[in-house]
């Protein structure tokens, strides 16, 4: 290997740790706070509660962490001057959605089958998926 393609690969490896450095910007700690609120509200809101409206009040969670998530990313992308868009966020939803997707899709389903102990498994899938993601974009 000559000097120049030892210098190229070199700063390949440094690009891609870099790029890999910017993707836990995607979540920020307020938004990490806020999530961890949410989950604790959702689960004494939906405590007594099974099926559809348990999976309601989660989703609610959900929504609401996503846009607070939303507008944290705005607000950065402005106070930087950047884009929204980037491509550490890029790298990290790539990595990290079909975990998610995945989980959530396999949650509704156990909710709508309808039996008792639907939202345990709903809950499940949703345990094990989560960390996955993380792991995927670390």
Do not use: C, D
């Not at 995607?26 to 706070?33: C, H, Q």
């Amino acid at each position: 290997m000559t000097t120049r393609e030892e210098a190229a690969e070199q700063l390949r490896v440094i690009r891609s740790m870099m790029e890999r450095a910017t993707v836990f910007r995607a979540l920020s700690g307020e938004t990490a706070l806020i999530g961890g609120a949410a989950a604790l509200g959702a689960a004494w809101v939906s405590e007594s509660k099974t099926g559809w409206t348990w999976a309601a009040i989660w989703l609610g969670g959900l929504a609401a962490v996503l846009l607070f998530n939303l507008y944290q990313l705005v607000r950065m992308a402005a106070a930087r001057k950047g884009r929204v868009w980037t491509s550490g966020l890029k790298l990290a939803l790539r990595g990290a959605l079909p975990s998610i997707i995945a989980g959530g899709f396999l949650g509704l389903l156990a909710v709508r089958s309808g039996q008792p102990s639907s939202t345990i498994l709903a809950a499940s899938n949703r345990i094990l998926h989560s960390p996955q993601a993380l792991l995927v974009i670390r």
